[in-house]
């Protein structure tokens, strides 16, 4: 079945840098498109950004932009997101989703169990 696990959360002052990683199983990960989702506390789940099946990133909310980087490993079948200059803002839980094909349309059906980063001094 499909399985997606994110890691790598965790406690960082603002400026810093996090590097999630999410492990997916159970599918081709190749054939698929591969979104971070965010959740923050009292807010409804947002998109963050996406990479294409043939490696395109789309950006799904414009703060990132510049400070995240999303990346994929398909022999390993793994994807990361680099979180540069963190801003208490960023604090959520992270997801990883699978998007229903290859394309970016943040719409997906399987997601991860979440991944807590706290921003904070």
């Known amino acids: 079945q499909v399985q997606l696990v994110e890691s790598g959360g965790g406690l960082v002052q603002p400026g810093g840098s996090l590097k999630l990683s999410c492990a997916a199983s159970?599918?081709?990960?190749?054939?698929?498109?591969m979104d971070w989702l965010r959740q923050a506390p009292g807010k409804e789940r947002e998109g963050v950004l996406c990479i294409s099946w043939s490696g395109d990133t789309t950006y799904y909310t414009d703060s990132v932009k510049g400070r995240f980087t999303i990346s994929r490993d398909n022999a390993k079948n793994m994807v990361y997101l680099q979180m540069n200059s963190l801003k208490p803002e960023d604090t959520a839980v992270y997801y990883c989703a699978r998007g229903r094909s290859g394309a970016c349309h943040i719409n997906y059906d399987y997601r991860g169990q979440g991944t807590q980063v706290t921003v904070s001094s």
């Open positions: 159970g599918f081709r990960l190749n054939y698929y498109a």
